[in-house]
């Protein structure tokens, strides 16, 4: 038996030295913000090159809003309203429904385009939670006061309510300033905002409906969130003012992608010619 196979032999000596380990290369995360085009682009490369389809950043997404619903909420008696919208903040709202609804939280779905054709991954979760029992009403229909959108504040002591949970599903990062919200958005987004005044906490997905992406302006319909839940990173809307003031507390929940995903796909930040280095 040679001595370095000996049980009593030192693993680790100078005789003896460990294999060498790989160098260290820590995860970084170069970007901090992500504009409307570029949202779209890692959404892309994430299903073409990498087959994770919007099915599935969905799910994980719904799964995030479910938690910090929950969470927000403190007890399955807890009425959990959430507004959902045609695009994808909507199939997120669907899919937390269905997973607060088996979790035994007292869910209420609004559709806020209960008229309009649903589509593709929204279509099939919408499919999915009224199968499984969630209630979808007509956005229009709610009513902050008939519905108890809220616990009174010390303000508004003499008003009954009881405490309840918005989820804002409504528009995401798809709304431009330019053009602003149409009437029927902006009666829908009033009455979120009754609820709000009232005691309800209010959670934004990706975005509070109302805020530009790229620029953070703000449209006079728009949401204020008490939790922002923004996918990948932060969208660059809720990092400016004015639009920062209506996200509250912004959170970036994992949705199965590697913490520097949006680095991996597009690429390094440039970096400043010197003509504008001098400027600033």
């Not at 969470?71 to 008696?77: D, F, S």
């Not at 937390?96 to 279509?123: E, M, Q």
């Not at 409504?170 to 300033?177: L, P, Q, S, V």
């Amino acid at each position: 038996m040679r001595k370095n196979e000996s049980p009593f032999w030192p693993q680790k000596s100078i005789l003896n030295p460990p294999p060498p380990k790989e160098p260290y290369e820590p995860v970084r995360r170069v970007r901090k913000t992500l504009t409307r085009e570029e949202q779209k682009e890692v959404d892309r490369v994430a299903a073409t090159k990498h087959q994770l389809p919007v099915s599935i950043l969905m799910e994980h997404a719904g799964l995030a809003v479910a938690n910090a619903s929950a969470v927000m909420a403190g007890a399955t008696t807890t009425p959990i309203h959430l507004f959902a919208g045609k695009g994808m903040n909507g199939g997120d709202s669907y899919v937390a429904a269905r997973i607060l609804k088996s979790w035994g939280y007292k869910v209420t779905i609004w559709d806020c385009f209960p008229n309009d054709t649903h589509t593709g991954a929204v279509k099939t979760n919408r499919e999915a939670a009224e199968s499984f029992g969630v209630t979808i009403r007509p956005a229009i229909e709610f009513d902050p006061a008939i519905w108890q959108a809220g616990i009174s504040r010390m303000i508004h002591e003499q008003e009954p309510g009881m405490p309840c949970v918005i989820v804002d599903g409504i528009i995401g990062t798809g709304y431009e300033f330019s053009r602003p919200l149409p009437q029927s958005l902006c009666a829908i987004t009033g009455k979120i905002e009754a609820g709000h005044v009232r005691g309800a906490r209010v959670i934004s997905i990706d975005i509070p409906t109302g805020v530009d992406c790229n620029t953070g302006e703000v449209d006079p319909g728009a949401i204020s969130a008490d939790l922002t839940l923004s996918f990948i990173l932060p969208k660059l809307g809720i990092t400016l003012a004015p639009g920062k003031y209506k996200a509250g507390q912004v959170r970036v929940p994992t949705i199965g992608l590697p913490i520097n995903f949006a680095d991996m796909v597009l690429g390094p930040i440039p970096e400043p010619k010197p003509e504008e280095k001098e400027e600033k």
